[in-house]
């Protein structure tokens, strides 16, 4: 059974880096591409990015620039970077096996919060 | 890249059929079968439900059901039953190679 667990602070402040891991087990990293995936207080499900297994990325448009995805393989994990976070980018961010172009399983998700 | 629409609410009683759509265009929708479903209760992580327009992972009901035709897909829930209270995305795949998720919408069981 697939499982993931993200994990990072709860709090950032405003033009630092938020930086986030999500820990795979029951699978490996190498087999399939995994996504992150966030949702602000109260509104809908926004798509960050995609790695692929082997490291290729694919990036939101209006965040590209500020967002980098990586995977590493020895520790069967992928992280999230995001430079220069705003209030805008408070939410609960999740991470999520990319399937048959559908996102299962997810991670319980972390919530972030951008304040000094 | 835009938001696929979707309508903010729907309802039905128990037992009734109610079908939410997600609207997108040519580069999302309209360009791939990787359209895909969740469910998502209060306070948990997002559910797959539905994935390439119109398959269900194993355990999910077959009270739940997609399609799609040109830039719109839609998800059917059949026999409507008070766990099914929740709200619904849609997301798709897209010609930029990223995927792009729905509005949302909230379906009430009366």
């Known amino acids: 059974q697939v499982q993931l667990q993200e994990t990072g602070p709860g709090l950032v402040k405003p033009s630092e880096t938020l930086s986030l891991t999500c820990t795979v087990s029951?699978?490996?990293?190498?087999?399939?591409?995994w996504a992150w995936i966030r949702q602000p207080p109260g509104k809908g499900l926004d798509w960050i990015g995609l790695v692929y297994g082997r490291g290729k990325t694919s990036y939101k448009p209006s965040l590209k620039g500020r967002v980098t995805i990586s995977v590493d393989t020895s520790k069967n994990q992928f992280s999230l970077n995001l430079r220069s976070v705003t209030a805008a980018d408070t939410a609960v961010y999740y991470c999520a096996r990319d399937w048959s172009w559908g996102f299962g399983p997810w991670g319980q998700g972390t919530l972030v919060a951008v304040s000094s | 890249q835009s938001a696929l629409t979707q309508p903010p609410s729907v309802s039905g009683s128990p037992g009734q059929s109610v079908t939410i759509s997600c609207t997108g265009a040519?580069?999302?929708?309209?360009?791939?079968?990787?359209v895909s479903w969740y469910q998502q209760s209060p306070g948990t992580a997002p559910k797959l439900i539905i994935y390439?327009?119109?398959s269900r992972p194993s355990g999910v009901p077959d009270r739940f059901s997609g399609s799609k035709s040109g830039n719109t897909a839609s998800l059917t829930i059949s026999g409507l039953q008070a766990e099914d209270e929740a709200h619904y995305y849609c997301t798709s795949f897209t010609t930029s190679t990223t995927y792009v998720f729905g509005t949302g919408t909230k379906v009430t069981v009366l």
């Open positions: 040519s580069s999302d929708v309209g360009s791939y079968n990787h």
């Open positions: 029951g699978t490996s990293v190498s087999n399939y591409h």
């Open positions: 390439e327009v119109s």
